[in-house]
């Protein structure tokens, strides 16, 4: 009967010690990847800005979205002013040519459109990005936000 007792207050133990630990070092627990970029400053926020315009300058070819009877994938089409559907430039995240910046993140998706590019995390409600965009108002200043949830930081922001 003791010994009983005595597993499952080990095993109760155990339990906690893993909710804990992820808790703490999951997707959004204080020790995250999401957390971390937070605290980063401004000369590591100014050095991913350049890596992601580097990014964008070499991949600036976009191409016509092909329907053929295929169901739209949303998250990988953008739409320009007189309606017309393209494809967003997906880079892998594995790509040797990355800067050492970018793959210092390791990123599970970089998606590249005429005015920005996204660094992608996670999945589903748990997923968080980086995104280098132009601003919407000025086609000269350009924004370093994170994305998570529709919640959008502003870590740094250059004019061009």
Same mark, same amino acid.
């Given at each position: 009967?003791?010994?009983?007792?005595?597993?499952?207050?080990?095993?109760?133990?155990?339990?906690?010690?893993?909710?804990?630990?992820?808790?703490?070092?999951?997707? /959004?627990? !204080?020790?995250? $990847?999401?957390?971390?970029?937070?605290? #980063?400053?401004?000369?590591?926020?100014?050095? %991913?800005?350049?890596?992601?315009?580097?990014?964008?300058?070499?991949?600036?070819?976009?191409?016509?979205?092909?329907?053929?009877?295929?169901?739209?994938?949303?998250?990988?089409?953008?739409?320009?002013?007189?309606?017309?559907?393209?494809?967003?430039?997906? /880079?892998? !995240?594995?790509? $040797?040519?990355?800067?050492?910046?970018? #793959?210092?993140?390791?990123?599970?998706?970089? %998606?590249?459109?005429?005015?920005?590019?996204?660094?992608?995390?996670?999945?589903?409600?748990?997923?968080?990005?980086?995104?280098?965009?132009?601003?919407?108002?000025?086609?000269?200043?350009?924004?370093?936000?994170?994305?998570?949830?529709?919640?959008?930081?502003?870590?740094?922001?250059?004019?061009?």
């Amino acid at each position: 009967m003791r010994a009983i007792k005595l597993t499952f207050i080990l095993l109760g133990l155990a339990t906690a010690i893993t909710v804990g630990l992820f808790l703490y070092f999951g997707p /959004l627990g !204080p020790a995250s $990847p999401y957390h971390r970029f937070h605290k #980063q400053n401004t000369d590591y926020y100014a050095r %991913l800005a350049r890596a992601c315009a580097s990014v964008f300058q070499q991949h600036r070819s976009f191409s016509r979205h092909q329907t053929s009877g295929k169901p739209l994938e949303l998250q990988h089409v953008w739409m320009d002013a007189t309606n017309g559907l393209w494809d967003d430039f997906v /880079l892998s !995240p594995k790509d $040797p040519a990355l800067p050492d910046t970018i #793959q210092a993140l390791h990123p599970d998706e970089i %998606l590249i459109t005429p005015k920005s590019v996204f660094i992608g995390f996670g999945v589903s409600t748990l997923s968080w990005g980086i995104v280098w965009a132009q601003d919407e108002h000025s086609t000269n200043h350009w924004l370093l936000l994170s994305d998570a949830e529709d919640v959008e930081y502003i870590v740094y922001d250059e004019s061009k």
